[in-house]
């Protein structure tokens, strides 16, 4: 079936650094990719989505490219902030059959250092 | 506007013993989820409705879970008798339909003891 991995965190950095988490994913059709965030304490959220091969989503800063040839939609960040420290999940949606839901990779956990 | 409503936020049981969740989704949001997440990992759903309707529940225990969504707004999700096992968080999440943005809320963990 359709799946997603995910680098294992935590990733640490310092603030003002690049940070890339990778993404591959594996799935039958043509799949939306999403990256949720979930900050402390709080639900998760959408953070960027592509709906398409070579589209590129971006908010906040981050970006990520949907690259068909390489099944991937790494999430990227030129200089993080302390404030960017959360779990990040990568997902994927399953149109199989007469349903849709997402499936979500394990999650990364990011923490940025003042 | 306010988000997707859960509660409670925290419990702690004995094994065997029932528990219920709430869910109160975003006004207007037709689709309604609930998903699991156990500790690590990334979020699975356990099974979604379209108003009060249960499309895909394919993936939840029906041995001891069940839910409800009456008069398709609000949702519980009820485990009897709970396990050791099923100690995890349970997210309920909402959208205006079966391919929209999904909104999460914070959660309901459980510790069965």
């Known amino acids: 079936g359709d799946s997603v991995t995910q680098m294992e965190g935590p990733v640490t950095l310092s603030e003002e650094a690049f940070l890339t988490i990778n993404c591959t994913y594996t799935?039958?059709?043509?799949?939306?990719l999403f990256w949720y965030v979930q900050y402390p304490g709080e639900g998760l959220q959408l953070l960027l989505k592509?709906?398409?091969?070579?589209d590129k989503g971006s908010n906040k800063g981050f970006e990520a490219t949907y690259r068909k040839e390489t099944t991937s939609f790494h999430l990227e960040k030129g200089s993080v902030q302390v404030s960017d420290s959360a779990v990040y999940f990568c997902?994927?949606?399953?149109?199989?059959?007469?349903?849709?839901?997402?499936?979500f990779g394990s999650g990364t956990r990011l923490l940025v250092r003042p | 506007e306010a988000g997707v409503v859960q509660s409670p936020r925290y419990k702690i049981i004995e094994k065997k013993q029932p528990v219920a969740f709430w869910c109160n989704p975003i006004s207007g949001h037709n689709t309604l989820y609930w998903y699991l997440q156990n500790l690590g990992q990334g979020p699975e759903l356990l099974i979604r409705y379209e108003n009060e309707e249960a499309v895909d529940d394919s993936q939840l225990p029906k041995d001891r879970f069940s839910a409800e969504r009456l008069k398709g707004v609000d949702s519980t999700l009820k485990i009897q008798p709970a396990e050791l096992g099923d100690s995890a968080v349970y997210l309920c999440?909402?959208?205006?339909?079966?391919?929209?943005?999904?909104?999460f809320g914070e959660g309901s963990r459980l510790t069965v003891l």
């Open positions: 999440a909402s959208s205006v339909n079966q391919a929209g943005e999904l909104f």
């Open positions: 997902a994927l949606s399953d149109h199989g059959d007469s349903s849709y839901k997402l499936i």
């Open positions: 799935a039958t059709g043509y799949p939306s």
């Open positions: 592509a709906t398409k091969a070579d």
